[in-house]
């Protein structure tokens, strides 16, 4: 009977801690920065949109396209670099004495608050050294706070 019991508990400690060992690789968190997923659409996004200019790699163009490599602008606050891509250059205050470049940037995309913000996402963590994430309720807001043209306003 003895023997019974024993085995019982040996058997009962041995289930409970193998669920234990499961539920705790379910649990386990998530590495941090931008998913693969949001990195994967902002390169298309950015492969669509950005990269005739900007080139694919991010140097840009002499003479006529900036590089966005680790630029104070895609690295530095959120909020500017959002501005610059929903109202363009133009309408935000960028850098004291900037070169002068040939080709215009322009403004409306036709993209979602979400797509903006994969897209820069990408940019910020490509081309940006690692940069955080922006979020689509940043976009949002700005967008909220600064105007500037919303989906299929073309
Ligand atoms: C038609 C060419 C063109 C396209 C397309 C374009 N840009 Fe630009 N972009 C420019 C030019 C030209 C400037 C410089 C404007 C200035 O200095 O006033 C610029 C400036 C910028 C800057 C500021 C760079 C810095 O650090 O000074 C960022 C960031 C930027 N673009 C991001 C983007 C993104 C993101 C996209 C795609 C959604 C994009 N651009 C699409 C031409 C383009």
């Known amino acids: 009977m003895r023997v019974f019991v024993v085995l019982f508990l040996v058997v009962g ?3 409970t801690s193998g669920l234990v060992l499961l539920s705790s690789g379910s649990v386990s968190t998530p590495p941090d920065g ?3 997923m949001v990195l994967s659409s902002g390169l298309s996004l950015y492969g ?3 990269a005739s200019c900007h080139g694919a790699d991010g140097k840009g163009n002499p003479g006529s396209d900036p590089p966005l490599l680790k ?3 895609v690295t530095g606050d959120p909020i500017t670099l959002i501005r610059v891509m929903t109202q363009g250059t133009a309408k935000v205050i960028l850098l004291q004495q900037r070169s002068k470049w ?4 322009p403004v409306n995309y036709n993209l ?3 797509q903006i913000a994969q897209l820069l996402t990408y940019i910020r963590h490509d081309f940006g050294a690692n940069s955080s994430p922006i979020e689509t309720a940043q976009v949002a807001k700005v967008r909220l706070q600064y105007g500037g043209p919303s989906p299929g306003q073309e």
């Open 13 to 15: 400690v041995a289930v």
């Open 34 to 36: 931008p998913s693969a």
């Open 48 to 50: 669509n949109n950005c």
């Open 71 to 73: 630029t104070v602008i």
């Open 102 to 105: 040939t080709n215009t940037m």
């Open 112 to 114: 979602t608050d979400e």
